[in-house]
């Protein structure tokens, strides 16, 4: 059973384009949770969704962010716009039930 | 808002020290994990901790939910090379119904043989 897989591991975009980071979660995982992690700290929750359904967006900022998690393939969280602040490692996590998360290794945005 | 404070926020030990870290929080949690990140990796669970008072092992490492409900701590014990990364205390957040995860500021470990 293959883990949470992300792609892709490094993107970098000059500021002003997006961003399209992808997370398939684990076989049987309907939860997806996206978090954001500056260097030097702590992970950041952004977003949690199941199947077609955003769940808590509470992390995510209101502008420029978007997620989804369709009924077939990944799940997308999508930057328009970077910029430079954008800049860090956001990791997804998936789980079966919505208890114990395991999480994938993570996209590295660089924003130039 | 809920946080999680870590300490210390590195150590430098040599290899087959004991290591102690800790995790306090403002507000009761009513699950602890603990996370380690290897570099360029994402988080690995190493411990669950579910019950005030808790005590729970997983090989050299030791965890405890502390009776207060506002701190957590991790043990490791005999270090090895392979220790080396950040371990990261986290609980789920307000609200509680979607097990999103607070996570602690990391504590980094740095083994030498």
């Known amino acids: 059973n293959a883990g949470v897989m992300q792609n892709p591991r490094h993107l970098v975009r000059r500021r002003g384009q997006e961003a399209r980071l992808r997370c398939s979660p684990m076989?049987?995982?309907?939860?997806v949770y996206w978090y954001r992690q500056l260097p030097e700290e702590g992970l950041k929750f952004m977003v949690y969704?199941?199947?077609?359904?955003?769940?808590?967006e509470s992390g995510m900022p209101k502008e420029r962010f978007s997620a989804e998690f369709p009924k077939e393939g990944p799940s997308i969280l999508r930057i328009q716009q970077v910029v430079r602040g954008d800049s860090a490692a956001y990791f997804c996590?998936?789980?079966?039930?919505?208890?114990?998360?395991?999480f994938g290794p993570g996209t590295r945005l660089t924003v130039l | 808002g809920q946080q999680l404070n870590q300490s210390p926020q590195s150590m430098f030990i040599q290899e087959g020290e004991d290591v102690s870290m800790n995790c306090t929080s403002s507000?009761?949690?009513?699950?602890w994990l603990w996370y380690k990140q290897d570099p360029g990796e994402g988080p690995v669970l190493l411990i669950a901790?579910?019950?005030?008072?808790e005590l729970t092992s997983n090989g050299r490492l030791t965890a405890q939910f502390g009776t207060t409900r506002k701190d957590s701590f991790l043990n490791i014990s005999a270090s090895i090379p392979s220790d080396v990364g950040i371990y990261f205390c986290?609980?789920?957040?307000?609200?509680?119904?979607?097990?999103?995860?607070?996570f602690g500021t990391g504590t980094r470990l740095q083994v030498f043989p």
């Open positions: 969704l199941q199947k077609e359904n955003i769940i808590d």
């Open positions: 986290a609980g789920p957040g307000f609200p509680y119904n979607t097990d999103k995860l607070i």
């Open positions: 901790l579910y019950k005030a008072g």
């Open positions: 076989k049987g995982h309907s939860h």
């Open positions: 507000s009761i949690f009513n699950t």
């Open positions: 996590a998936s789980s079966p039930r919505g208890d114990e998360q395991f």
